[in-house]
């Protein structure tokens, strides 16, 4: 069990330190960064995995290996940069669309997601809150979604109006 929570610390501890080497490249004097840059940020990822770790462990959560699958972060990346970048586009153009011309029809769909897993509701949770003009409000015990939309054209919308293939994608990564 102790194995897990290590996974859990160098994995965040790689994750924070370049992270924070990619937001703050170019502002210093060796290669790309001063000494006392790369000191605070190996500081700081160093806090940042042991709080994920301790996290982790209070809380009895076990994370599952499978995550930690370098297909599942390939596919995760193609995710964010094809259909959920091409959705929030499409998303923003509707929104603006709607605020111009005042064509609002508000209402709370259903959304079968069809996973099985609470991480992967969560995902799809999160992607469909962050594309604007809608809103993951509840879930319910069978795994559906219920979305607020800005306008919903139909009274029986399928999964695929209000977040394209968020949950094929979504099913790939993290089942």
Do not use: Q
């Not at 790689?14 to 490249?25: E, P, Q, W």
């Not at 919903?152 to 993290?174: E, H, L, M, Y």
Request: charged share 15%.
């Amino acid at each position: 069990m102790e194995g897990v929570y290590m996974i859990v610390f160098v994995t965040g501890f790689v994750f924070s330190f370049l992270s924070y080497l990619i937001l703050t490249a170019g502002s210093g004097n060796l290669m790309l960064w001063s000494g006392g840059e790369i000191t605070a940020g190996l500081l700081f990822s160093l806090l940042t995995a042991l709080l994920a770790r301790g996290l982790f462990s209070a809380a009895g959560v076990r994370p599952g290996l499978s995550l930690f699958n370098p297909k599942r972060w390939v596919l995760f990346l193609l995710y964010v940069f094809g259909p959920f970048l091409t959705g929030m586009i499409r998303a923003n153009l509707d929104v603006a669309y709607r605020v111009i011309t005042g064509k609002i029809k508000p209402g709370i769909v259903r959304i079968p997601s069809g996973l099985k897993t609470d991480f992967g509701l969560s995902m799809l949770a999160n992607s469909i809150t962050l594309t604007p003009g809608t809103l993951s409000v509840d879930e319910d015990d069978r795994n559906n979604l219920y979305v607020h939309c800005i306008y919903v054209r139909n009274r029986k919308p399928k999964a695929r109006d209000i977040c394209s293939g968020f949950p094929g994608w979504i099913r790939r990564i993290t089942e």
